[in-house]
């Protein structure tokens, strides 16, 4: 359950990319982050009384130090996307967002399988191909340098809500895009951008929120189930995220990158039937 849990994480990742780049096109990062996160954060705040649980003061301490990472991750991210593509910005993120919680769940004592590290050794073996084989230009180390930043901020973000409780149910996840939506809005001011996209794609940037906070839920259940297995099939949204990059944005997928993609999805195979 853990890694289906994961997936649908990738898969809200990869949507939220489809909205959320044709936004990021047309105004500044930032200010199209507060309106991610914003909507996100009220989506959250939406599912809390559906999820059975209550209010729990470390849980949701664990979920506003969690925002910081991942509002973090998020603006890099798309700036990474923004100067390189999909095919050079999202593998990068993907590796060190899931080497960073996975390794931290194993020193926590969430023993995986060994086939559970069979496969993720795959899948992240799998991604550093993608990332190995990604689009070369003017802008790659730039690009690659946004995603690495993106990666550990994400990493960390992630890394500390693998010792949540089921019992306090969405509140993390409520707190989260709290912490990420404050945090963003305070840099919009400082740096006096606008404060919301253009009117015309602020439809786009709605349901680029509601993708996220759709992330955040899959991912908080998946760590219940399995957290080693959620951590591994989260970090495939790179695959969701090229494919959507080549349909949508044109972005080039070359022939190892085709490789890497099947290494890392035969990667999370072995987890799932682990």
Not at 71 to 90: E, H, M
Not at 191 to 203: H, I, N, Q, S
Not at 212 to 229: N, Q
Not at 244 to 249: E, I, K, L, P, T
Request: net charge neutral.
């Amino acid at each position: 359950m853990g890694a289906l849990f994961g997936l649908l994480t990738s898969m809200s990742i990869g949507t939220s990319d489809l909205f959320g780049r044709r936004v990021v096109m047309r105004c500044h990062v930032l200010s199209a982050m507060v309106i991610f996160q914003g909507s996100a954060a009220v989506i959250a705040l939406a599912i809390v009384p559906l999820v059975p649980g209550s209010f729990e003061s470390a849980d949701f301490a664990r979920g506003l130090v969690s925002g910081l990472g991942l509002g973090t991750g998020l603006a890099c991210y798309y700036t990474s996307l923004d100067r390189a593509g999909s095919a050079v910005a999202a593998p990068i993120v993907a590796t060190l967002s899931a080497i960073i919680p996975f390794a931290y769940t194993t020193l926590r004592g969430h023993d995986p399988p060994l086939l559970a590290i069979i496969g993720a050794m795959a899948a992240f073996g799998g991604l550093g191909l993608v990332t190995a084989g990604g689009t070369r230009g003017a802008h790659i180390w730039e690009g690659t340098a946004w995603a690495t930043l993106s990666g550990i901020a994400y990493g960390v973000g992630l890394g500390v809500l693998v010792d949540l409780s089921e019992s306090s149910g969405a509140w993390p996840g409520f707190g989260q895009r709290l912490t990420s939506v404050a945090a963003m809005a305070a840099l919009v001011a400082i740096r006096r951008l606008p404060a919301l996209p253009p009117p015309e794609v602020m439809g786009y940037a709605l349901l680029t929120g509601v993708a996220s906070a759709g992330a955040t839920i899959f991912y908080i259940v998946g760590i219940w189930f399995d957290a080693p297995a959620t951590v591994v099939g989260a970090s495939m949204f790179p695959v969701m995220s090229i494919l959507v990059g080549r349909a949508a944005y044109n972005d080039t997928i070359n022939t190892r990158q085709y490789i890497g993609i099947a290494a890392a999805v035969a990667g999370v195979t072995a987890v799932v039937a682990s």
